[in-house]
């Protein structure tokens, strides 16, 4: 009888590692089953994609060359560089480029809207019809200024002995040299062949991510809305819901999802810290960041992104993949795992499975280029009750600048210009900040995660101005700069607006936000003034020109 017992137990225990096995094996076949029955899902009422044409073989080299030299994150220590990527191309292109997400995304729509019904989306083509003012504006020999000569240690990589990029060295036998590609003696390709994403990595140097007139960045941004997404996962960190998009030349971009409408303000009883993060914010962010010459921003593009083809079915984060569901009114939605807003209350929905958001180009890997991480010494207290300590000192300035690196350099000039860049934005959320590791404490502050900004269009937070009022410090390019985008010819609200309507998924602003970046220049404007009158100019304007406005010192 004890014998019987014994077989019976396990006979059980057999039975149920099979059940186990069985279903693990199902979790893994069960996105390929429901890809090949996506035509007759009743959950989805998009058409089924056309089956592309057949293409070339890519002509990237192998996803392991080309790994090293992207980070999957904006902030050091969530480099992720073990997420997993599509190794084999789908025949059917339901999420190639310029198809189902970039400007052929809004077509398939279908006169869709993601925005309010009564705020059209006027036609891209209207840009190129005003650009004189933005023209100008950049034509101006305050946005000539020339740069110091750069040295090999002022660029962040040396193109010949830092970065190999040869197809014939990556070993992919489908690769073939159809257009005639000429190579150089030493078996490299030419710079121009190099994919969009790795010329703007090669162009950042100790003064900018990128230059003023850098034809790359402009087809990085169309690389960002046209480039077939072949992979996506889940970023790590943060408390807000954020993909990481892998597209089909190997680069890689934050993708940050619609929340709120153009007109949403954030609500006055919420705190910053538990704000939500605006895909609009970070696309007027980059734009503002240029029309201000700063050029610390990396490239941002606005996207319609097909939530079933480009993002369910091409990911490999179960994770991200479980929380897809169908809503009642029939829409694709998902929610992902996060902090704050990740439930199926806070869900992401679609139109019926179409969904705008903001892709930002990755910065290069943190293994080629580290970066430092450095407390705002502005940070504010993230508390509902207790107060920073520079919000209580109002000679707090006087110690930060007795406090390496801001004790000499340029670094506190570099903290004014992100003041004003944050208070033009009222984003109240910048508690860190990156410097790239090479280049010490003389360098630019990065911009990063600016999804905060453009909450509130109807109150102005003048304590991010606090630094500016507290240091009286700004340089002398930045304040003649401010200057000129408070004139009627180069009035800041209409160079925005015309910058913006470029994006793929223009209107990016509302109105009122655009006319409240004109009324924080001017409280700007304002605040340096009373400083100059205070303190006098030469005190408070720093001169970061020689002679005249054509050439900038070394000192920067």
């Known amino acids: 009888m004890k014998m019987l017992l014994v077989r019976k137990f396990r006979v059980l225990i057999l039975m149920v590692f099979l059940v186990a096995c069985t279903m693990h094996i199902m979790i893994d076949l069960l996105p390929r089953l429901e890809r090949r029955g996506t035509e007759g899902r009743p959950g989805c009422s998009c058409p089924p994609p056309a089956a592309a044409p057949p293409r070339a073989a890519p002509r990237w080299p192998s996803k392991h060359t080309l790994r090293i030299l992207q980070d999957f994150s904006a902030e050091p220590g969530s480099n992720l560089s073990s997420q997993s990527r599509e190794a084999a191309e789908r025949a059917a292109g339901g999420g190639g480029g310029g198809g189902g997400g970039g400007g052929g995304g ?6 869709r809207r993601l925005i309010a019904p009564g705020a059209p989306r006027p036609p891209p083509p209207a840009a190129a019809a005003a650009a004189a003012p933005l023209a100008a504006l950049f034509q101006h020999p305050l946005y000539r200024a020339a740069l110091p000569p750069l040295a090999d240690g002022d660029l962040l990589f040396n193109v010949n002995s830092d970065i190999r990029f040869n197809p014939r060295a990556a070993e992919q036998p489908e690769w073939q040299n159809e257009d005639n590609e ?19 990595h090669i162009g950042i140097n100790r003064y900018e991510l990128y230059s003023r007139h850098n034809p790359a960045i402009e087809a990085l941004l169309q690389d960002l809305v046209s480039q077939k997404i072949t992979s996506v996962a889940m970023k ?6 954020k993909l990481i998009m892998t597209f089909q030349n190997y680069g890689q971009a934050l993708f940050k999802p619609m929340k709120q409408t153009r007109e949403q303000e954030t609500p006055p009883d919420f705190f910053y810290f538990s704000d939500y993060e605006r895909h609009n914010a970070e696309i007027a962010a980059f734009h503002l960041d240029r029309i201000l010459d700063f050029r610390r921003v990396p490239p941002v593009a606005g996207r319609l992104v097909n939530m079933t083809r480009e993002i369910r079915d091409v990911t490999r984060d179960k994770k991200l993949w479980r929380t897809f569901f169908i809503s009642p009114a029939n829409n694709i939605c998902f929610y992902g ?11 992401l929905c679609g139109k019926p499975d179409q969904i705008e958001g903001s892709l930002a180009a990755f910065l290069p890997d943190l293994s080629l280029a580290k970066r430092k991480t450095w407390r705002n010494p502005w940070r504010r207290s993230y508390h509902k009750r207790k107060k920073a300590e520079w919000e209580v ?4 300035c006087e110690e930060v600048k007795q406090t390496p690196p801001y004790d000499s350099g340029t670094r506190i000039l570099d903290i004014m210009d992100m003041t004003v860049f944050d208070f033009l934005m009222g984003n109240m959320d910048r508690h860190h900040y990156e410097t790239f590791e090479k280049f010490g404490n003389e360098t630019f502050i990065i911009h990063l995660d600016n999804g905060r900004g453009f909450g509130k269009y109807s109150h102005d937070e003048l304590s991010i101005l606090v630094p500016l009022n507290q240091c009286c410090r700004i340089r002398k390019s930045t304040y003649l700069r401010l200057q000129l985008l408070a004139k009627e010819e180069y009035k800041l609200s209409l160079l925005m607006k015309e910058s913006l309507l470029k994006d793929k998924i223009a209107p ?7 006319e409240a970046m004109d ?28 002679t005249d406005v054509n050439t900038v010192t070394t000192e920067r």
């Open 236 to 241: 790590s960190g943060g408390t807000q819901l």
């Open 182 to 200: 000429e190579f150089l003696p030493t078996g490299e390709t030419s710079i121009d062949s190099y994919p969009n994403w790795l010329k703007f």
């Open 393 to 396: 000192d109002p000679d707090y």
């Open 337 to 347: 795992e996060c902090s704050y807003y990740c439930s199926t209350e806070h869900a």
């Open 106 to 111: 809004a077509a398939a729509a279908g006169g």
């Open 508 to 514: 990016i602003l509302y109105q009122p936000h655009l």
């Open 519 to 546: 009324r924080r220049l001017r409280i700007v404007l304002k605040a340096v003034s009373d400083c100059i009158e205070k303190d006098g100019y030469d005190n408070v304007v720093e001169n970061d020109f020689n």
